[in-house]
């Protein structure tokens, strides 16, 4: 395998092992590789939401995310709205807004004179407190693009706290070159074992950030985000970690397959978790052709988070409703 694929192979594993971790040890709500950017392009390895007072509202809604651009709307849940009047985007967009809102039970609709009308079935509540964001880099060796990666969360501050975690032993020279802000976790993924070295400093989430679009010896592109783009952009990554979760992968077709207690792709064969994507299928050496195993991760992860999978919802039946499907 070549050096660049077994460290996304490395990288993969250790991020498994440690969202299995923290889903055991912590009531939170956890997401993989969600886009934790304004104006540019930035990927968080993982995201760690922490439950607000209003949490259980939130899990009463749905399981799944709430579209951002309905929440941003102008529907409301009193008098329902004529959709062209709501949204501030192309029509066709907000059909599409409208659709999943409506599918996930948090907009309904009802036709009046031949005209579409939608009202929110319940308020969005303050859900979320703190916000982490936590970039994996297990071996400290291959450091790759990190500096620029935790120097632009910094200077954005879209996210309450940041964290390193690595495999590595973490020298005096590692420090100095991760910006003081960023917390330090020392995880073992074979035992588990979570040591924090450097605790995260508390970012100011509720002012303007800078976000580093491009970083050279030459030259540092910068875009201001203003504190309102960076609160919907938070609002954004919170509700895509809710209904998106970590086990955001498919096992695969092998009988050689034998996930672990939390559903991490554990192949025997092999002896390590594997990563399905790129390492499962005929080209394996171990390959044995057979139906997936059953793995229920929606009940894991219920059985093992605050998510909750099967609310009750707050869907009103409202007079005339169902003449519009």
Same mark, same amino acid.
């Given at each position: 395998m070549p050096e660049a694929e077994q460290s996304i192979? +490395? /990288?993969? =594993?250790? /991020? *498994?092992?440690?969202? =299995?971790?923290? /889903? &055991?040890? %912590? +009531? =939170?709500? *956890?997401?993989? +590789? *969600?886009? &934790?950017?304004?104006h540019g392009r930035r990927v968080m390895d993982v995201v760690r939401i922490e439950p607000g007072p209003a949490f259980d509202e939130r899990t009463a809604i749905t399981p799944e995310s709430i579209p951002s651009l309905a929440i941003e709307s102008d529907v409301g849940p009193g008098t329902a709205r004529y959709w062209k009047d709501a949204f501030d985007c192309h029509p066709d967009t907000a059909e599409q807004v409208i659709e999943r809102a409506v599918d996930v039970g948090f907009f309904e609709r009802e036709r009046r004179n031949s005209r579409t009308y939608v009202r929110q079935t319940t308020r969005y509540p303050d859900w979320f407190d703190t916000v982490v964001g936590i970039e994996n880099k297990p071996d400290l060796g291959r450091p790759g693009d990190l500096e620029t990666q935790l120097l632009t969360d910094v200077a954005l501050s879209l996210v309450d706290k940041i964290v390193l975690a690595t495999e590595s032993y973490v020298t005096g020279a590692h420090r100095n070159r991760i910006p003081p802000e960023v917390g330090i976790w020392r995880f073992d993924p074979e035992t588990g074992d979570r040591e924090i070295l450097r605790e995260a400093d508390q970012l100011p989430v509720d002012e303007a950030g800078i976000e580093i679009l491009d970083r050279s010896s030459a030259r540092t592109e910068i875009r201001v985000a203003s504190a309102g783009a960076i609160e919907r952009a938070r609002r954004r990554v919170a509700e895509r970690a809710y209904g998106k979760g970590w086990r955001t992968y498919d096992l695969p077709d092998c009988e050689q397959m034998a996930p672990d207690d939390a559903g991490l792709p554990y192949c025997p064969?092999?002896? %390590? &978790?594997v990563r399905p994507a790129t390492e499962c299928g005929p080209d394996c050496g171990g390959y044995c052709s057979g139906d997936a195993p059953s793995v229920d991760f929606d009940a894991l992860r219920a059985q093992r988070s605050p998510w909750e999978p099967d609310p009750a919802g707050r869907k009103r039946r409202q007079s005339g409703l169902d003449s519009f499907l």
């Open positions: 192979v +490395q /990288e993969f =594993a250790f /991020e *498994l092992a440690l969202c =299995a971790h923290l /889903e &055991t040890s %912590e +009531q =939170a709500v *956890l997401g993989r +590789q *969600l886009g &934790t950017q304004v064969w092999k002896g %390590e &978790t």
